[in-house]
């Protein structure tokens, strides 16, 4: 909807009563009124300031030309010449001039209007031809969204003093140029030497090239020391040789696929999606840190883990000053209106706790989704109407123009430098083949891709303007082209007879002190043990509240009955040991971070970390009260997502490895909704791109008769996707082993993902207890043993997990059975061989071995267990196999859990039937 409908249903006299109200007192009208005539200082002793009553005012003409201007501000994107390679789209603008109750014998008539884009006193001709050229040229325009008066100021300024086409020197034209002869000849020299060979080239939008070498040097200029960039496969390789300094004989190495990882034989990736770091110096000799993310074949996923990176470094590195640290998204046109993802960072981006102080969004708009045409992948006119939700402003610029693309990128930079916001550059170009190099277009677009085989590239259209405008000669061009093309070919040669010393990025800058895990290392966990005086300081800071916070009353109990178990019980439960952990960690020197939908309450009313004051809500965090020279504990209910919240969380637990990070889901399989990131980041970055995280998932799971929606967190998927200790996955039974677990994951000298199948019940459940010396010594214990006195009774096994244990503890307590042993797996994988070995040898007199297990028998540890412990000779407890996780009958689930039980405790256990 336009923003100024206000003023174009207006009729002049009342227009110009308001203008009146202005000039007596600002703050008197409207503020969408005072926004407007802000600027509009116009002399009233002029004739052309003539109201419809012959008062004297504002003329009719003259708000006319006012709402004229408005309009081009407004809506001149709609028929801006940004297309390169086709006629674009009919919009209506209403930009006519007898829309505005103009016409073609106001032409030659002046008005004081003109002040306003700069221009001043002019001929409605020359202010009208001044507005097509800003608004509708190679650069379209999208901002008069925006509320932000000051922004729309800078914008008026910034674009109509040049009317958006600023010159040039020769030197900066010449460096244009030369970037984009690297961006294009490097690819036409891929596409000779190695012919149908995958490389998503950028051909058709190698303005790109000089264009991000501008937003680099732009931003060092104006403070910025670190910029971390994302992007898709396409362009990917032109941008690591051209912009991060890859080497191209280490590229030509790759296509020969000449050398392997030993240390991750079986990982790796394609050359496409791979990252890399570098320090540069910019065009003018500033010093910048790149670094460009890794990234999956699954569009957009890396946005989020981009924006946890930058939120991290900026608050860690640069003392919460973003405008040390730029992030830099690059998207596919179809990909950014296609994929919810970024809606969902759009929304994140402006939040407390993820904030990054605005990014650069580029497109690279080929005007084809794979095969898709535009008009298929989206309903929205613009693929970036997204940033209307942030009022970001958009630049939708035209890729055979460099000039423009490098002035949009400049303005976007400085944008984002200034005000603090998301900016959207959309290079409308093209993509000269198909969606790869062995695609075939013309399937499906065979006249987009008639106009692109006889449309010249960007080189030469922009070499012959410079030669026109004897910026620079023919024959120094060709020689500058002669002496790259050479370059190559001596590169190539190198990485043919196999010259090139590969180097593989893993463990720099941050990460000093930490090293790749070894088998040894989870054969059996490292100590983990605090000592009791400091867990009384941090009990006491979490049981002292300052007396002026009124609390709730409940509060004050659930306070109380902490002070009572600690340091009268000596114990802890589930939320009391967590919170210990968290504060253990915070005292020597490891922030902690854990977000997720009721992170600070908790899902089930355990935690409650923050407390409130009933009378003013203020906030108080006891955790951050422990110690003078702790380090500090954030905690923040997040919006409600998934996949971009645990994204984020990914990316910041890479930028801050010698922190806890935590993410909660609110129920265990809500994580269903992150799966992408799961899948491809979490379970597999060490292996495909040497990246290690310590990131630590808490999915609540557990069988309670809530339902197929909340019992399950899908435990069974996360083992499957085990391999290589890639990842810790638990589901652990007693308070020190979740103290100890979370304190391991900071203290290993390592780091790998940890899955906690967090409970429910058992929050509250008056078994799972632990005293305090259990805390105060040893550490996380991969596998419990059954206490019980007389092993040599023991006539048969059961092996489990989680909440189940205490079901069949609680049968065989009522039951008094003696002669079943019942052994918890806390850490399902990776599994101790030792520990292992030494259970199979204590009980070796035992001939019956059975898994129990809550799920459905398709479901749960079971199929791992199958696996893992293929030579043990199990029989198998579960549910039956059910398409749900579970019933939504408690009395179903009751008669199961009912029929389950006997099952495990009979003599020779019963299939499943």
């Not at 898709?372 to 613009?382: D, F, I």
Request: include cysteine.
């Amino acid at each position: 909807m336009n923003k100024f409908t206000y003023i174009n249903n207006s009729n002049p006299l009342f227009v110009d009563a308001m203008f009146k109200k202005f000039k007596e007192n600002p703050d008197s009208i409207d503020l969408s009124w005072k926004m407007f005539f802000q600027g509009y200082e116009f002399a009233e002793q002029s004739s052309q300031f003539v109201s419809g009553d012959g008062a004297s005012g504002l003329s009719d003409k003259e708000v006319s030309v006012v709402k004229l201007i408005h309009g081009y501000r407004s809506r001149g994107h709609l028929i801006s010449t940004t297309n390169p390679i086709r006629q674009r789209r009919t919009h209506k603008s209403d930009l006519e001039l007898g829309y505005f109750g103009l016409s073609s014998d106001d032409l030659d008539t002046e008005f004081d209007s003109g002040s306003e884009v700069k221009i001043g006193r002019a001929p409605l001709k020359s202010i009208l031809e001044h507005l097509q050229k800003t608004y509708c040229g190679n650069i379209g325009v999208e901002f008069m969204y925006c509320r932000n008066e000051n922004l729309r100021q800078w914008l008026y300024e910034r674009m109509e003093k040049n009317a958006n086409s600023p010159e040039y020197s020769n030197e900066v034209k010449r460096h244009i140029l030369k970037k984009i002869s690297q961006g294009v000849l490097f690819e036409s020299f891929l596409q000779k030497k190695y012919v149908g060979k995958k490389r998503f080239s950028l051909e058709g939008l190698e303005a790109f090239i000089p264009s991000l070498d501008t937003a680099i040097n732009v931003a060092a200029n104006l403070g910025t020391e670190e910029v971390v960039m994302a992007m898709a496969h396409r362009g990917r390789l032109n941008v690591l040789v051209n912009i991060f300094e890859k080497s191209y004989e280490t590229i030509f190495s790759e296509f020969e696929d000449f050398h392997i990882n030993e240390t991750y034989e079986r990982g790796g990736d394609v050359k496409y999606h791979l990252g890399k770091s570098a320090d540069i110096k910019t065009v003018d000799g500033k010093p910048v840190h790149l670094s460009l993310l890794f990234n999956p074949s699954h569009l957009e996923a890396v946005g989020p883990v981009l924006q946890g990176i930058v939120h991290s470094k900026g608050h860690e590195e640069f003392g919460s000053d973003f405008k040390k640290i730029l992030p830099i998204v690059v998207h596919g046109d179809a990909a950014i209106s296609g994929q919810g993802v970024n809606y969902e960072l759009a929304n994140l981006s402006e939040l407390d706790g993820f904030g990054v102080g605005g990014s650069i969004h580029i497109v690279l708009n080929n005007q084809v989704g794979f095969t898709a045409n535009y008009k298929e992948s989206r309903s929205s006119v613009y693929c970036t109407d997204l940033a209307k939700v942030t009022e970001s402003p958009v630049f939708h610029v035209n890729a055979d123009d460099p000039l423009s693309v490098v002035h949009a990128m400049t303005m976007a930079v400085e944008i984002r430098q200034k005000f603090g916001i998301d900016v959207y550059v959309d290079i409308l170009g093209y993509r000269r083949y198909g969606h790869n190099e062995g695609d075939e277009p013309r399937f499906t677009q065979p006249k987009l891709y008639q106009s692109i085989s006889k449309h010249n590239n960007v080189y030469k259209l922009f070499l012959n303007q410079l030669v026109e405008n004897q910026d620079i000669g023919v024959d120094e061009a060709k020689l500058i082209e002669k002496s790259f093309n050479d370059l190559l070919q001596d590169k190539l040669q190198l990485a043919k007879e196999d010259k090139v010393k590969m180097q593989f990025e893993t463990l720099g800058s941050y990460w000093k002190g930490l090293r790749l895990a070894e088998q040894k290392d989870f054969e059996k966990s490292i100590a983990t043990q605090f000592s009791l005086k400091h867990l009384d300081s941090i009990a006491n800071a979490l049981t002292s509240i300052p007396e002026q916070y009124q609390l709730f009353s409940k509060m004050k109990k659930l306070i109380n009955h902490r002070l009572d178990l600690y340091f009268k019980q000596k114990k802890v439960d589930w939320a009391l040991a967590e919170l210990l952990a968290y504060g253990s960690l915070l005292i020597q020197g490891h922030s902690v971070r854990l977000s997720g939908q009721d992170s600070q309450r908790g899902t089930f009313s355990h935690r409650h970390s923050v407390i409130k004051d009933v009378e003013t809500e203020n906030s108080y965090i006891p955790l951050n009260h422990i110690a003078k020279n702790q380090a500090l504990f954030s905690v923040y209910n997040s919006m409600l997502s998934e996949y971009c919240l645990l994204g984020f969380e990914y990316g910041y637990s890479l930028a801050s490895p010698f922190s806890l990070v935590v993410w909660e889901a609110q129920f265990g399989d809500f994580a269903n909704g992150a799966q992408i990131i799961i899948d491809q980041f979490i379970s597999s970055s060490e292996y495909k791109w040497q990246r290690m995280s310590g990131l630590v998932l808490l999915l609540p799971h557990g069988y309670e008769g809530q339902g197929p929606e909340h019992s399950s967190a899908r435990f069974e998927r996360f083992l499957q996707l085990c391999a290589e200790e890639n990842m810790y996955v638990v589901n652990i039974t007693t308070p020190a082993n979740f103290f100890h677990v979370l304190r391991r994951q900071v203290k290993n000298e390592f780091r790998k993902p940890l899955v906690v199948m967090s409970p429910k019940s058992l929050l509250r459940h008056p078994k799972v207890m632990s005293s305090l010396s259990e805390l105060a010594k040893s550490g996380f214990q991969e596998i419990i043993d059954d206490t019980l006195s007389n092993i040599k009774q023991v006539k048969k096994v059961l092996l489990c997990t989680g909440k189940v244990y205490y079901d069949l503890l609680d049968f065989r307590d009522q039951h008094k059975i003696k002669d079943i042993a019942i052994i918890r797996f806390e850490q399902l994988y990776p599994l101790s061989q030792k520990q292992l070995n030494a259970l199979r040898l204590k009980y070796k007199h035992v001939k019956q071995w059975c898994w129990v297990q809550e799920e459905p028998e398709n479901m749960g540890a079971w199929t791992y267990i199958l696996r893992a412990l293929r030579n043990w000779d199990l029989d198998v407890v579960a549910r039956l196999e059910s398409a749900s996780p579970a019933t939504g009958s408690s009395k179903s689930h009751d008669k199961s859990l009912k029929d389950l039980l006997e099952r495990a405790f009979t003599k020779k256990s019963k299939k499943n039937k």
